[in-house]
T-cell receptor
Framework: DGGITQSPKYLFRKEGQNVTLSCEQNLNHDAMYWYRQDPGQGLRLIYYSQIVNDFQKGDIAEGYSVSREKKESFPLTVTSAQKNPTAFYLC?????????????FGPGTRLTVL | AQTVTQSQPEMSVQEAETVTLSCTYDTSESDYYLFWYKQPPSRQMILVIRQEAYKQQNATENRFSVNFQKAAKSFSLKISDSQLGDAAMYFCAYRRGAGANSKLTFGKGITLSVRP
């Protein structure tokens, strides 16, 4: 079945450590996105990528980094510079340039900093 | 910058009744798309319905329909014959028209509970 997978589902990190969240899709979508969800804040865009080897900062990129070496994969690294990393992280993908460009979401990763 | 506002943090509806969730947005664009996403307790985001700004006709998907008022920049979601499975968070989202920049701007969401 086609879809988006995120791993792990739950992730615990000590303060000062970098951690990488995985996002893989087999939908042959060009565009991929990372969102952060906090209670009462909705979803906020961290980074997005329209094509391989290219990505842009979203609204809250500070303390995060990404790479897009393969079409299928868009990993997100939460660095020690991110002051408040505990949150729910959602990855999404879409067909680039499509008319309505629906975004399909993965199941999410819950990151907790201890 | 575009903004999306969902002013009601919580709503409740009796099973089988109808409920309307409100959303307003601010944009200077004329070509854009609007979406309602559902996030059940599993936290999987699911697209409920979408509306193209250039279409005057309100979108409908089974029990879900929208009231799109372009001049008022209002985009409400009506759920008819509410079911227990409709209990979830609902997010309104905006996207600028077709093109390379396809990012979504979300509202803060509304938690809908359904009373049996």
């Amino acid at each position: 079945d086609g879809g988006i997978t995120q791993s792990p589902k739950y992730l615990f990190r000590k303060e000062g450590q970098n951690v990488t969240l995985s996002c893989e899709q087999n939908l042959n979508h060009d565009a991929m996105y990372w969102y952060r969800q906090d209670p009462g804040q909705g979803l906020r865009l961290i980074y997005y990528s329209q094509i391989v080897n290219d990505f842009q900062k979203g609204d809250i990129a500070e303390g995060y980094s990404v790479s897009r070496e393969k079409k299928e994969s868009f990993p997100l690294t939460v660095t020690s510079a991110q002051k408040n990393p505990t949150a729910f992280y959602l990855c999404a993908s879409s067909i680039r340039g499509a008319d309505y460009n629906e975004q399909f979401f993965g199941p999410g990763t819950r990151l907790t900093v201890l | 910058a575009q903004t999306v506002t969902q002013s009601q943090p919580e709503m409740s509806v009796q099973e089988a009744e109808t409920v309307t969730l409100s959303c307003t947005y601010d944009t200077s664009e004329s070509d854009y798309y609007l979406f309602w996403y559902k996030q059940p307790p599993s936290r999987q985001m699911i697209l409920v319905i979408r509306q193209e700004a250039y279409k005057q006709q309100n979108a409908t998907e089974n029990r879900f329909s929208v009231n799109f008022q372009k001049a008022a920049k209002s985009f409400s979601l009506k759920i008819s014959d509410s079911q227990l499975g409709d209990a979830a968070m609902y997010f309104c989202a905006y996207r600028r028209g077709a093109g390379a920049n396809s990012k979504l701007t979300f509202g803060k969401g509304i938690t809908l509970s359904v009373r049996p």
